[in-house]
Nanobody, 119 residues
Framework: QVQLVESGGGLVQPGGSLRVSCAPS????????MGWYRQAPGKERELVAT???????NYVDSMKDRFTISRDIAKNTMYLQMDGLKPEDTAVYLC?????????????WGRGTQVTVSS
C-alpha cells in the first residue's frame, strides 16, 4: 500500500522558518504532480503549492514569496520550505501525490503534520 509520510512540523515564532518533508513508501518517480495542501481548524483544505517531475513549481499567490516547494529524487522526499511564517499559516500541512505508470489515475494523501505559528 502506498503511503505518504509527512514530518517536520512544530511550533515556530512569527517570522520564523520551518521545513516540512513528505516521504513516500514508493519511488518518488511513481508520481506525476505532487503538492502540499493545508487545513486550518474550521476551514476548508487549501492548496499551497505543487511541483512536477521536471521541477516546475506553482504556488498560491499569497504564499509564493515565502514558501518553496522542492523534490529530491536521491532522497526520495518532497519538501516545503516555509519562511516568514505568520500566525495565519497555522494549519495541518498535508502531502498529496498523483500516481503515474502503474499508479496512474490514483491520488494519495498523507495524514499531515501540524505547523503552529505563535509567540
Amino acid at each position: 500500500q502506498v503511503q505518504l509520510v509527512e514530518s517536520g512540523g512544530g511550533l515556530v515564532q512569527p517570522g520564523g522558518s520551518l521545513r516540512v518533508s513528505c516521504a513516500p513508501s514508493v519511488r518518488i518517480s511513481s508520481f506525476h504532480v505532487m503538492g502540499w495542501y493545508r487545513q486550518a481548524p474550521g476551514k476548508e483544505r487549501e492548496l499551497v503549492a505543487t511541483i512536477t517531475p521536471g521541477g516546475f513549481a506553482n504556488y498560491v499567490d499569497s504564499m509564493k514569496d515565502r514558501f518553496t516547494i522542492s523534490r529530491d529524487i536521491a532522497k526520495n522526499t518532497m519538501y516545503l520550505q516555509m519562511d516568514g511564517l505568520k500566525p495565519e499559516d497555522t494549519a495541518v500541512y498535508l502531502c498529496n501525490a498523483h500516481g503515474t505508470g502503474r499508479l496512474r489515475g490514483r491520488e494519495y494523501w498523507g495524514r499531515g503534520t501540524q505547523v503552529t505559528v505563535s509567540s
